[in-house]
């Protein structure tokens, strides 16, 4: 029979399954061994050295650091340390941190809750290390508004303060304000970091008839009101300001020195009754202008050339003048004249100057 036609008679080949056993159990040991060089399981860094906090007190809501040192450097794939509090109502930690390879430090977080103590635990390798004691008190809350004094004649300034249960923290504590129409109070006021109260202005506005003034203020979950008892000036008394277009205290003559750049405002005035009549006068040395208004507030009062001193001007570039009001109540009322020697006149190039 030629031969590609022979058919190749199948071969038996006698395995020993001791030997096939061992060579699976050491493939089986080499790939474990492969394996097991990189494993995530913690490396070597060492046992906990210490476990420190950077301070020892912190009000609730707060947080200081915290620094776990190991007593030798993290291996390659760095080290996990475990953290605990004594007493998580009080203040928490992470359940961990990881300190990087060849590192021996590493920061944690303790955040305060409420009032208490704790200590922080830190553990790895079987070993483990307690912190310092850490103090954490209640947060500071607002306890008092008050005002002083308490009662005043409307228009009058008075004190408010705030005061809180603790000390303020590092960033200072911010009390937001705000009052009634009657009254008028800055948006905030800052207890310093360390302190326990500030003080703040309010201004009262004129009334005629006795009424209250109510003021607020809010910090740390807390509000509260204070009340100023506003009562009618016992007298007439005439107040005033002058603001010029740019400058306070300055009036421009305008309208080729026809009226002034100016307002004359007496809404600070007080009188037992109604105000009804406001008497002004304005003008440099005995040379005046003179008008009476029902309202308080006189802008662009009218003005004329003979009302200025003959020029030049002097070296200020200024002349000075004078402004006084005297009011009127409907009770019969009449008060003193309040007068203003201190205003700025400016010619700007008229009447000659």
Request: charged content about 5%.
């Amino acid at each position: 029979m030629p031969q590609s036609y022979m058919r190749t008679q199948p071969r038996y080949v006698e395995l020993d399954l001791g030997n096939v056993l061992r060579v699976f159990l050491v493939l089986t040991g080499l790939i474990a061994a492969a394996c097991g060089s990189n494993s995530p399981t913690s490396p070597s860094g060492g046992s906990i050295a210490s476990v420190t906090l950077m301070g020892t007190t912190i009000t609730a809501g707060s947080t200081v650091q915290g620094t776990v040192t190991l007593t030798s450097v993290a291996g390659s794939s760095g080290a996990t340390v475990g953290l605990s509090s004594s007493n998580p109502a009080v203040a928490t930690v992470p359940p961990s941190v990881d300190v990087a390879p060849g590192a021996m430090t590493a920061s944690f977080s303790v955040t305060g809750l409420s009032s208490g103590s704790v200590t922080i635990t830190a553990s790895t390798n079987g070993s483990s290390r307690q912190s310092s004691a850490l103090t954490v008190t209640a947060a500071a809350k607002l306890t008092s508004l008050t005002v002083s004094p308490s009662t005043v004649v409307g228009g009058s300034s008075v004190t408010a303060t705030v005061t809180l249960s603790a000390p303020a923290p590092s960033d200072g504590a911010v009390v937001t304000l705000s009052s009634d129409a009657i009254a008028v109070v800055p948006a905030i006021v800052t207890v310093m970091a360390g302190s326990t109260n500030a003080k703040f202005n309010v201004l009262t506005q004129v009334v005629s008839a006795p009424t209250t003034a109510t003021i607020h203020a809010a910090y740390g979950g807390v509000s509260l009101t204070a009340a100023i008892a506003l009562t009618r000036a016992p007298v007439a008394t005439a107040n005033f300001g002058v603001t010029g277009s740019n400058v306070t205290e300055t009036c421009a003559v305008i309208n080729n020195g026809n009226a002034l750049d100016c307002t004359f405002n007496g809404s600070t005035s007080s009188a037992p009754g109604n105000i009804t009549m406001y008497d002004w006068t304005w003008g440099t040395g005995n040379r005046t202008r003179a008008q009476t208004t029902t309202g308080p507030v006189f802008a662009n009062p009218p003005f004329n050339c003979n009302v200025l001193p003959p020029p030049p001007l002097p070296p200020s570039g200024s002349l000075t003048m004078t402004v006084t009001l005297r009011i009127h109540d409907d009770a019969g009322n009449v008060s003193a004249v309040a007068t203003n020697s201190g205003v700025r006149l400016l010619p700007q190039g008229s009447c000659g100057f």
